[in-house]
């Protein structure tokens, strides 16, 4: 039972980049999903959540309007589509599997080993 992560990168502020998270095990196949990032010196914090089953998206303040997260079922697989990236968007991008889409990390026990993106001014 595994979470991959991929898509992080060097990318200019203002660009975009895409992150994919892979779930392996029948397990996740109706969990939420979330993404977290954890920038240096700083706590891990929420970025966006889905709900499996009905699809229902959560952002952060901080990040909505500029990203999308998005599932393909099929796949078990949720996507983080990052536009107008900033320097302060910096940092290891993590994505978790849980019973309920949530901003509170504790609500995820299942974790991807995180990409890392950063973003030059």
């Known amino acids: 039972v595994q979470l991959q992560a991929s898509g992080g990168g060097l990318v200019q502020a203002g660009g975009s980049l895409r992150l994919s998270c892979a779930a392996s095990?029948?397990?996740?196949?109706?969990?939420?999903k979330g993404w977290f990032r954890q920038a240096p010196g700083k706590e891990r914090e929420f970025v966006a959540a889905i709900g499996w089953s009905s699809g229902s998206t959560y952002y952060a303040d901080s990040v909505k309007g500029r990203f999308t997260i998005s599932r393909a079922n099929a796949k078990n697989t949720v996507n983080l589509q990052m536009n107008s990236l900033k320097p302060e968007d910096t940092a290891v991008y993590y994505c978790?599997?849980?019973?309920?889409?949530?901003?509170?990390?504790?609500?995820?026990?299942?974790w991807g080993q995180g990409t890392l993106v950063t973003v030059s001014s």
């Open positions: 978790a599997a849980g019973p309920r889409a949530t901003w509170e990390a504790t609500e995820y026990p299942y």
């Open positions: 095990g029948s397990t996740f196949s109706s969990y939420a």
